[in-house]
């Protein structure tokens, strides 16, 4: 029994040293694949120009995360990426899509924060306490960052130019993903990843255009 015991116990430390191992391995990969994604992500065209091109935001989103899959398997050989895209791999492109955006709408904001400095009395970002996150990207602050439970999205929802037409490109694309909710329930599914301004009026026009949801009201 001791023996049986004693092996048993060797075989969990060995398994649980596996462990660590391979999320090691997987984390120092996927810092290589981030560097290897942002040095790419800063010679791309400007997004206004770029994004234009594709008709929704998760065709932009995969079209980028192949660029970066096929940039970090050219400069790190030895740490390809192979098969399908992973969860991470999108996630990293729709970040970086979403700081490219930022950069572009808010750039006088985000020299500012990067400063530590106030933001100016005249912008209209004022009143969100906004801050940047660890990957640079405008965050909203609010009284939500004290519930433990909720991730960094929920929590901190990205910021959206409202004007910018990737904002109603996601509007879509959530309008269609979740059965073409209404706009009191679109808006509260974007907010637990995105915050614009007049947050409800935008959602209202998207619906409004929907010709299922118009047929359907017919």
């Known amino acids: 029994m001791i023996c049986g015991g004693l092996v048993h116990s060797g ?16 984390s120092i990969k996927m810092k290589v694949y981030i560097n290897d994604s942002l040095s790419f ?24 995360a ?3 899959r096929f940039v970090h398997n050219i400069r790190s050989p030895s740490n390809k990426c192979p098969g399908h895209l ?11 899509i979403i ?14 924060l990067r400063k530590n400095k106030p933001l100016p009395n005249n912008s209209k970002l004022l009143s969100l306490n906004i ?18 439970t ?8 990205m910021l959206l130019p409202k004007d910018h037409h990737l904002t109603p490109s996601i509007i879509k694309e959530y309008h269609v993903r979740y059965l073409h909710a209404g706009p009191q329930l679109l808006l509260s599914l974007l907010r637990q990843k995105f915050w614009f301004s007049h947050g409800l009026s935008i959602v209202r ?8 949801c118009r047929r359907a009201k017919s």
Do not use: W, Y
Not at 100 to 112: A, G, K, N, P, T
């Open 86 to 96: 992973t969860a991470a791999e999108l996630v990293v492109a729709e970040n970086l």
């Open 11 to 26: 075989f969990m430390t060995n398994t649980f040293q596996t462990s660590l191992q391979m999320k090691l391995h997987l």
């Open 150 to 157: 909720l991730n960094i999205n929920q929590k901190h929802p």
């Open 99 to 112: 700081q490219l955006l930022q950069e572009q709408e808010f750039s006088v904001e985000i020299h500012m």
């Open 66 to 68: 192949h660029c970066f």
């Open 205 to 212: 026009q998207e619906c409004h255009k929907c010709l299922t």
């Open 41 to 64: 992500a800063s010679q791309v065209k400007p997004i206004a120009e770029f994004s234009t091109k594709f008709s929704s935001f998760s065709k932009l989103t995969r079209v980028l």
């Open 131 to 148: 801050f940047l996150d660890k990957s640079g990207i405008i965050r909203v602050g609010g009284r939500l960052s004290k519930h433990s």
